[in-house]
């Protein structure tokens, strides 16, 4: 009877550090899985962060004149060929919140450096400079940025983020020539996005 009860005893005890051992190891297969979900949602947020709109109080500092435009865009498509951009034209200080086109329906006028993805969006913008000078041109999230004019992508001149809490998430300027610019977004990863241009002091 005695050796009935060690062996069910022993039998109760195996049983148990199989459990134990089935939990470990269940544990850490789900590691590597949580710590990639930890890490996604850290740059999600920083992300967000990236563009300004972090601890942001409710009522956040005007903008200055020069970028008031920002909060009152105006809705357009982006183009997709070069023989819709008489449709969509750019007015310096006047934005747009401008809904994006899928990246495999894009015909750029010059093949941006960073097209993206087949699930990623773009567009073409036209802008008819008035005059030379260096145009700053905003977005108000992460994408490619190209300038073509007279069929060639413009280098930049210099890069800035938007003022804190403004919903500006970069600014690239250009030097430009007076005559018809083309102002290609490429690679983005959200449908739409607002978008402004204007001459720098």
């Keep these: 009877m005695a050796i009935g009860k060690q062996f069910a005893l022993k039998a109760v ?3 148990s550090l199989g459990l134990i051992v089935e939990g470990g190891v269940s544990g850490l297969l789900c590691a590597p899985a949580q710590a990639q979900q930890a890490a996604q949602s850290q740059n999600e947020h920083a ?3 990236g563009h300004g709109m972090q601890n942001c109080p409710k009522e956040v500092a005007p903008l200055p004149d020069a970028l008031k435009g ?10 997709a060929t070069a023989g819709e951009l008489d449709g969509v034209k750019l007015t310096a200080g006047k934005a747009v919140a401008a809904q994006l086109r899928s990246t495999a ?33 905003m977005l108000g999230s992460r994408a490619w940025l190209d300038v073509v004019q007279d069929g060639k992508t413009i280098v930049s001149s210099g890069h800035n983020r938007g003022p804190a809490c403004s919903g500006i998430g970069k600014m690239v300027d250009f030097p430009l020539v007076a005559g018809r610019a083309v102002i290609e977004v490429s690679g983005s990863g959200k449908p739409d996005m607002t978008l402004m241009v204007i001459q720098t002091p």
């Design 13 to 15: 005890i195996i049983l």
């Design 47 to 49: 992300g967000h962060g």
């Design 70 to 79: 920002w909060t009152r865009p105006m809705s357009v498509t982006a183009a």
């Design 105 to 137: 329906d894009m015909h750029y006028a010059v093949r941006p450096e960073q097209p993206g993805g087949k699930v990623s969006s773009g567009g073409m913008f036209a802008f008819d400079v008035p005059a030379a000078g260096t145009y700053r041109v």
